[in-house]
């Protein structure tokens, strides 16, 4: 059975993806800050599958290192990861950015990733073998009002998304990005600070996706013949046409 690696796994679509990795078997290595949600995923999976916890920040390179190069041999053969730790923090206009929103968000969503992908991929590379899945965003195709610094972010992600698959085509590993528009997860209590009224504002009046649905569609890509990569993909609800035209009556 394969060997799944997931980071942000304890909330939203990286939980929803475990969930539906562990229902068709794969082994699942779910990572995170949170340990109570992490122990609290691996008790409710472990009735259907093996499961091993990552205990890390992402912006902690030696960590993230050391952990998963120190899997147990259960869990050391890494077949597929999926990069979707990440979040927005703020929604400001440029010239009343706050920098630690931005530290945050350049060292999770870019530099956190290529932490873990660096940590995971000489052993695909050595085993020419592997299925790489990176998390990006609607706003890693197209940057909105006060999204700057997000976008921008996500814009990386998705140049990284391409550059992996070029430099890992050699070896016969297949590298996809999947860019969700909105999903009610907690994203937006995130973005605002905890701030629950306004994170609720941002799906008023139209049905957004659900963290499922990016799970579902993650398991179809995973589960194509070898020779199928779905290498990029934009997914949004009906109700969305754009990252700033929502048809709030849907
Ligand atoms: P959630 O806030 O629900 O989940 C975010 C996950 O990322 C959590 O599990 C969190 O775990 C983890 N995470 C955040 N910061 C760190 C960190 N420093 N180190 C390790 N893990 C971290 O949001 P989503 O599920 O919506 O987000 C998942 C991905 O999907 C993100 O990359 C996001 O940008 C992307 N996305 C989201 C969309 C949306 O509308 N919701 C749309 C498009 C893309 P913990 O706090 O335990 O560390
Ligand atoms: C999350 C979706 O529209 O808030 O990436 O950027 S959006």
């Known amino acids: 059975m394969k060997t799944a690696l997931i980071t942000g796994a304890t909330s939203g679509i990286g939980r929803a993806t475990a969930r539906v990795l562990a229902q068709q078997q794969y082994k699942i290595i779910l990572c995170g800050r949170r340990e109570d949600r992490l122990m609290e995923l691996k008790e409710e999976l472990s009735a259907m599958t093996s499961v091993h916890t990552l205990l890390f920040d992402v912006r902690d390179k030696k960590n993230v290192l050391d952990s998963i190069t120190g899997l147990p041999e259960d869990f050391a053969i890494i077949d597929i990861l999926i ?61 909105y009002p006060n999204g700057n610094v997000y976008c921008a972010t996500k814009h990386a992600v998705d140049a990284i998304n391409q550059g992996m698959r070029m430099d890992l085509n050699a070896y016969g590993i297949r590298v996809g990005g999947i860019h969700p528009g909105m999903v009610a997860t907690e994203f937006s ?49 009906t109700a969305q046409a754009s990252s700033t035209i929502v048809n709030r009556s849907l």
């Open 189 to 237: 209590e995130v973005r605002f600070k905890g701030d629950a009224a306004r994170a609720a504002n941002v799906y008023k009046g139209f049905t957004p996706l659900q963290p499922e649905d990016i799970a579902d569609i993650i398991q179809f890509v995973l589960s194509r013949p070898y020779h199928v990569n779905i290498a990029d993909l934009v997914v949004m609800s």
């Open 83 to 143: 990069n979707n730790a990440g979040n927005a923090h703020g929604l400001d206009p440029i010239q009343n950015g706050d920098p630690e929103d931005w530290d945050a968000m350049i060292d999770i969503n870019i530099k956190g990733l290529l932490y873990v992908s660096k940590a995971v991929i000489p052993g695909m590379v050595e085993r020419k073998s592997g299925h790489i899945i990176n998390i990006g965003s609607t706003a890693a195709k197209e940057v």
